[in-house]
């Protein structure tokens, strides 16, 4: 997160905010005030998704939004790609 100070935790209960053994650089950037918040995963079942019968894609289609879903493989021996898109502008979807 940019514009963030070195102690910032996000409401976290124990203000554990530098993972273990990682203090300043990388988790912290004191010249760009940039602190690394963490990571996220998740499993799906892509069957559905890939077949076009996902409520959740659905609503976002209904709404007039664009959806790009990507996948990094865990094993990292293959490149990421585009796993599907959807809407009129998939191309101008972006995320950090």
Known sequence: FNDTDEDESWGH?????????????PCYNPKTREKFWGFAGVLINAGPILAG???HLDRLL?????????VDP???TSRGGTFVRGGAHPDKVTAN
């Open 13 to 25: 209960p124990d203000n554990i905010t530098h993972p273990t053994s990682c203090p300043g650089p």
């Open 53 to 55: 019968n996902n409520v």
């Open 62 to 70: 209904a709404d007039d939004l664009s959806y790009l879903l990507t």
């Open 74 to 76: 865990p094993n990292g």
